[in-house]
């Protein structure tokens, strides 16, 4: 991702939109808030807003360049959308988001779509999950 992908998806080059994009990739976390990302910028010493930030993921959403994930309990978060199909799952304790992807769960899906006469155009599972007590 860079300022080729933002002018190919239809957007102009501004310093918030570069910013926003990097903080996106070069994060430990591939899924943040909005508060999580203006955060870093502020940390940063960038002066973008708040409700820019909000404004530019909307954007960024829009155009393709990130997904919006809405999970139980906290706010959207986001992530690059340059990734392959994978599952969620979000530790209630600490909203901790965690990546999976199952062939057994995607194979059962397409067939239990299939038995009702359907083809899958898109799915979203998300598990809520806790640290097991030892
Ligand atoms: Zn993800």
Redesign the pocket.
């Known amino acids: 991702m860079d300022n080729q992908d933002l002018r190919k998806a239809g957007l102009k080059v501004t310093l918030p939109r570069v910013k926003i994009l990097q903080q996106l990739e070069s994060s430990e976390s591939?899924?943040l808030s909005a508060e999580d990302i203006y955060k870093a910028l502020m940390e940063a010493g960038e002066d973008v807003g708040l409700a820019t930030v909000y404004r530019v993921l909307t954007q960024f959403e829009q155009a393709g360049i990130v997904l919006r994930h809405n999970f139980e309990g906290g706010s959207a978060v986001f992530?690059l959308a340059d990734?392959g199909h994978?599952d969620?799952m979000v530790c209630t304790e600490t909203g901790e988001?965690i990546?999976f992807v199952d062939e057994e769960i995607e194979k059962r899906q397409k067939m239990i779509a299939d038995k009702h006469g359907y083809d899958i155009v898109d799915h979203a599972l998300v598990l809520y999950v806790k640290p097991k007590r030892k």
């Open positions: 591939r899924h992530e990734e994978h969620h988001v990546e």
